[in-house]
């Protein structure tokens, strides 16, 4: 039976090649591949590893797509035939699955050989050679060829030493002498076309920052000598010198720096001025800014914070892309055009600045509709309607109200338990913020003219609801001051001097709540943890601060970090009114609220680095820790403040709020009941994965995450036993796991799957190993790659973790 269908899909696809061969022209050959050999010079022996690559992306146009050599593609380009309609069916399905035949041509070869030796050259190699040639398949009957090629390369040249040559010691001389101390061509680097490119665009905005704003990197020149080692023995036979200088038939007027003259700023159309033969500047001048606002919709003072160039002021580049940065994320107009006119006279270094803006609808309506899943088998959806005013006191000042409601039930597992409390929820509320692009702070006026974005002060309340199905609801009433600014484009900060959260448990079921405090099967500590939830409001006040340091890569740099970090700290200013109670382990209260007193303290550290155009290798490393103290030193930490370990963004061999704290086994008992619900007081984590990409929308990884939560202080305290208390044994109890990746990039959203199963299970260094000697205690090895067992059902259905997500994971 086999045979037969082998045989059968060897004449379709002999009837089909022949098919094809007959709209091949004759003596023609369809082009269906590449080969590029890559010879090092047998003297010098340079190193060419990956250049055969790299040659390869040259190659232009493409080959035809085939399938064990057969042009599948053109196939069916002539099988679906000629369309009538351009726009009809028959022509979308031609475009899509076929493609036209592209037929081997000894000109093509040529010139992609010579573009080879361009590039060769281009990246230092140089009296390098290249040629190809057509080679026909050799069974006569496939009217198919590929396109071989040959590249002879000569030893690479590095760059010895680069000069500035300049004829005087004028201001402009002298300013662009000063650029090179942050030259990208470096003593001993190969010496490379797109490097020497970069340089002079880096040249021309350095020199940009000093007022020079007619400068073009087309005006500079760099000359390399390439004879120094025959000149002189002391050096290497393959190294230049650069020597980079401005063209000599580059005009003055790029040669001097500008200053600004007058500002004007349009917030209309340029047809609403033509047609508007009534408009008038409204208000006096100031800061040399003219401000015309037909609709009088616009208060001056956004334009003076926007706009960073002031009268006298010498021109950078630096301040107009911060102006221009400034009024788009002003998020009031659609368009923000800006054009810089030379003052009409004849020694004239002034320029006159104009802006052209068009306004956005002051007012919108959005509604958002999501679905997700999670690891932990819990899927649901979320409705989101948000109206937003754009302008709401004619300051840019941005009001959004908005409502939304979602619920998560349980899609697999014990869905069906009568038993089952704790996987489903119900979750409903509404939020209002109102956003200023300024501080707005008491008594004070700040103007953060050098800062590259204009800071926001952000006030916001939320009301939500939180039904945990058949137990309780949680009701929490959040107010925030925040600010946000940054001094330039790597650096936020995000302070919020005063935060106001009430949270109180309500709607409690008691049928349910009975059913769990006297049954004997549930864990005891989980009674203990679960009244506390119940039975406990909270009434935080505190403050917060983040920042996040984000530099700018080097160009051709393969290294990229990111840092983060806060500090959030609560209930000290509210203790000082709070009620003092019989005894100090019972918390102060006020208004019968008790006051919630702690320190949160948060890092994240992420490393990337480029190993090829296609794979990248990224790295992060989280750490956290929330500690109450005073007042609140004997308070449970409230779960919201809490951390979790795994998920889809996390440790993704472990479902998420499923790992630990600390050495803490699942209890199938609790999980049947409440669902997933292990928090703790401190966090580590570290992750790391190798991405590749495969096509422009198909990309995979390869990753191995580590860490795991623990609680602080006593087990009373923290309502677990011992087990999940942090002891100096703390990197003994860490998970870790690993899996692979599937990635679908679409440009506007990353579609992930990852699949993952754990490597190390912390809580088998506290379980006596089945398999000890009688007599011998023993804990098991929580290594578990014994264990893997890809064709048990019930291995799989415990171990092997389905994370779907949108977005990268880090």
């Keep these: 039976m086999k045979s037969n269908i082998g045989y059968l899909l060897a004449v379709c696809i002999f009837l089909s090649s022949c098919s094809v061969n007959r709209y091949v022209p004759e003596g023609q050959s369809i082009y269906v591949g590449n080969k ?5 010079d047998s003297i010098s022996k340079p190193n060419v590893s990956g250049l055969a690559d790299q040659l390869e992306e040259l190659i232009k146009p493409p080959a035809n797509k085939t399938i064990f050599g057969f042009p599948w593609k053109v196939w069916f380009y002539y099988w679906i035939g000629e369309p009538k309609d351009e726009g009809g069916l028959r022509s979308w399905f031609r475009k899509k699955l076929g493609e036209p035949p592209r037929y081997a041509t000894q000109r093509i070869v040529d010139i992609n050989a010579a573009n080879m030796v361009a590039f060769l050259d281009n990246e230092g190699y140089y009296r390098s050679s290249a040629k190809g040639k057509i080679v026909p398949n050799k069974n006569k009957r496939k009217r198919t060829a590929i396109n071989e090629y040959d ?9 010895n030493e680069i000069s500035y040559m300049v004829p005087d010691s004028s201001l402009f001389n002298r300013n662009l002498v000063l650029a090179k101390e942050k030259t990208l061509l470096k003593k001993g680097d190969p010496i490379r076309l797109e490097v020497i490119t970069t340089e002079r665009s880096r040249i021309d905005q350095e020199l940009k920052g000093k007022g020079y704003y007619y400068f073009n990197p087309d005006y500079l020149i760099v000359k390399v000598d390439s004879t120094i080692g025959r000149a002189d023995s002391t050096l290497g036979p393959q190294q230049v010198n650069l020597y980079l200088e401005v063209k000599k038939e580059t005009a003055q007027t790029s040669l001097k720096q500008y200053f600004i003259n007058r500002i004007y700023v349009n917030t209309g159309t340029e047809e609403n001025i033509q047609n508007d033969s009534t408009l008038i500047t409204r208000g006096r001048l100031r800061r040399g800014i003219t401000i015309k606002d037909p609709g009088n919709n616009y208060k001056r003072r956004i334009f003076y914070d926007a706009i960073g160039f002031r009268r006298g002021n010498l021109y950078t580049n630096t301040m107009h892309d911060v102006s221009l940065q400034r009024l788009v994320n002003l998020q009031n107009f659609r368009f923000v055009k800006n054009r810089f006119d030379l003052v009409p006279r004849s020694d004239s270094a002034l320029l006159d600045v104009h802006y052209d803006l068009a306004p956005m609808k002051k007012k919108s309506l959005q509604t958002t509709l999501s679905a997700s899943t999670k690891s932990n088998n819990l899927g649901g959806s979320q409705l989101d309607v948000t109206w937003r005013h754009r302008n709401f006191f004619r300051g840019a000042e941005m009001l959004a109200l908005s409502g939304y409601f979602g619920f998560d039930v349980q899609l697999g597992g014990n869905r069906n338990s009568s038993n089952n409390v704790g996987n489903e929820y119900i979750r409903y509320g509404a939020k209002a913020d109102l956003s200023f692009p300024r501080f707005i702070i008491p008594f004070v006026r700040i103007r953060p003219e050098k800062s590259q974005a204009l800071p926001k002060t952000i006030l916001s309340l939320n009301y939500e609801n939180r039904i945990q199905r058949n137990f309780y609801t949680t009701r929490s009433i959040r107010g925030d001051w925040a600010y946000v600014w940054r001094r330039n484009s ?3 900060h995000t302070l919020t001097p005063i935060s106001i959260n009430f949270i109180e448990p309500r709607n409690i079921n008691y049928e349910t709540y009975d059913k769990i405090i006297f049954d004997p099967d549930t864990n005891p500590l989980d009674v203990d943890r679960y009244l506390d939830i119940l039975e406990t409001k909270y009434l935080i006040m505190g403050s917060n601060y983040s920042i996040s340091y984000r530099p700018t890569p080097r160009p051709f740099s393969k290294n990229q970090f990111a840092l983060s970090g806060g500090i959030d700290y609560g ?14 382990s019972i918390p102060k209260e006020l208004f019968g609220v008790p006051v919630f007193q702690y320190i949160k303290l948060d890092g994240d550290v992420r490393y990337y680095r480029t190993i090829t ?23 449970q930490t409230p779960q919201f403040k809490q951390y979790f370990g795994g998920g889809s963004t996390g440790i993704r061999a472990f479902r998420a709020r499923s790992l630990g704290p600390g050495a803490t086994p699942p209890d199938s008992g609790s999980i049947a009941l409440f669902g997933y619900q292990s928090f703790g007081d401190i966090r580590m984590e570290f992750n790391s994965e190798i991405r590749m990409k495969f096509t422009d929308i198909i990309n995979g990884a390869v990753f191995v995450d580590a860490g795991n939560i ?5 087990a009373e305290r923290a309502r677990y036993d011992e087990r999940a208390l942090i002891s100096s044994d703390f990197l003994k109890q860490v998970a870790v796991g690993g899996g692979i990746g599937l990635r679908l990039d679409f440009s506007y959203l990353i579609f992930r799957l990852d699949l993952a199963t754990p490597f190390r299970k912390p809580w088998y260094t506290q379980e006596p190993d089945p398999e000890a000697p009688e007599g011998e205690i023993k804990y098991r090895n929580p290594w578990v790659f014994n264990e893997i067992k890809f064709g048990s059902k019930s291995w799989r259905k415990e171990n092997l973790i389905l994370n779907i997500a949108v977005g990268l994971p880090f």
């Design 36 to 40: 590029v050999r890559v010879q090092a």
């Design 151 to 159: 590249a002879y390369v000569m030893p690479r040249y590095v760059i």
């Design 490 to 492: 790597e650096v936020e």
């Design 571 to 584: 209930g000290n200013l509210l203790s000082l009114f709070a009620k003092k109670m019989a005894s100090d």
């Design 613 to 635: 155009p296609s794979i990248k290798w990224a790295n992060r490393l989280m750490l956290g820790a929330i500690k109450p103290y005073g007042n609140s030193k004997y308070m």
């Design 710 to 714: 623990w609680s602080f202080g006593s």
